[in-house]
């Protein structure tokens, strides 16, 4: 599992007085860093080969501003060129949405899919989504 | 179907030079405002009578600052008091991602789901979406 | 004078039921758009040559949602090679905020300001902002 | 001096390869939240009582993804009823943008401007700035 703390900032509030529900693709991104840097160790945009093919997020309670908000990250599925990633957020201890993120592994200069490489597989492997 | 003609933000964009997939939801939040008007006429955030359950996004082309977008948004399943709305955004006349939003009709005060009233169903049903 | 429609956004509310202060610049960018067409027609991110070496905007009076907002752009300086752009945002015709923004015409390439060609300053001259 | 760490967001990015100009009101907003706090302890936005009156950013070096900002919050200016907060984007070593926000202590209820009150007063002045 990967962990990020984030402190929900004002702004991403709504006239609901909630965080807005547009707001969590964003933390979702910002969670996925360490899966990122796996794939491009430089964060070089140029060199960039990660595809976002799907985004699926269940909300399940309202999450406010004042009290940090805790992002848990795994992978649930590494396929050969993709890999589903499931993310938690928790806020006071309850889980508030759970996001589901698939990610190809992707060559821009060919225009094709590309095997996730052994060593970049067996660092995800680590944080594999085990159901309690 | 409603439709909505969104023109690109220069800061939706990221660095690889395309609309950042975080843009989308805020897109089609946007062109929903037609349905959310059926529910709530005067728009007031004192009496929102609307949850959003569940978001999911297909992204199939990359989306791009300096041609308008096309967003078509459709009734996908309308239950007793729930419903599923179809969102497509079109660009260069193709269809670049597909978005399906779970909405409940909600009654915060008494903190329970409410059905649809009949009126308002009456009015979606002429937006249900029909595959080609 | 340039004009622009924006119709707020729900989630541009936070949780004070009004227009979050954030969201001014994005507005006052898309705002903009005319004078970045002046200066690059195809708006190829590749030549980009502006940049924005200042932001200033005054808050007059709460924005809110349901209620489209009208975005008045004019050009209040031309130098030589930066200009100064005013812009207002007006909602239920009441000015609302003051944007003022500085714009330097810029080659990327040789990392230094450029004049503003004749042609595009005398478009620019037909938007010249004149006090009431 | 206030002092908050933030990670830029690749969303935060725009197709210049750079953070986009919009971006940064956001983060000056997060970094004054010690002063939101020492105004409403319980950071309860039924009892909200800052307006911002002004906003003003000066632009500096190019910011980027990949590199933590620190951002430096002073108190400028410490008025009757209003304070004017000088804030500070510092990345690799080097300041990239300075903001000055101006805010206007405010009753909502009675709609008029309210002294600081001397216990705030005092806290907000150990974080005075001190041009080098």
């Known amino acids: 599992m990967y ?3 984030i402190k929900p900032r004002f702004l991403e509030t709504d006239a ?3 965080i ?13 860093e360490p899966i990122f840097l796996l794939f491009m160790p430089e964060l070089n945009v140029k060199n ?16 406010y501003f004042g ?8 992978l649930k599925k590494i396929g050969n060129a ?12 309850e889980i508030c949405a ?7 592994h992707f060559d821009h200069q060919a225009q094709k899919a590309m095997p996730i490489p052994k060593h970049i597989r067996q660092e995800l492997e680590k ?5 309690a």
């Open 16 to 18: 609901l007085g909630h």
């Open 20 to 32: 807005n529900h547009t707001v969590l693709p964003v933390w979702l991104e910002d969670g996925r």
């Open 127 to 131: 944080h594999l989504y085990k159901p």
């Open 82 to 93: 993709s890999m589903t990633v499931r993310q938690e957020i928790w806020q006071n201890k």
């Open 67 to 74: 009290t940090p908000v805790e992002l848990r990250t795994y």
């Open 48 to 63: 960039w080969n990660l595809i976002l093919a799907k985004l699926e997020i269940s909300y399940k309670k309202q999450i």
């Open 3 to 5: 962990q990020l703390t």
């Open 98 to 104: 759970v996001g589901e993120v698939t990610n190809i």
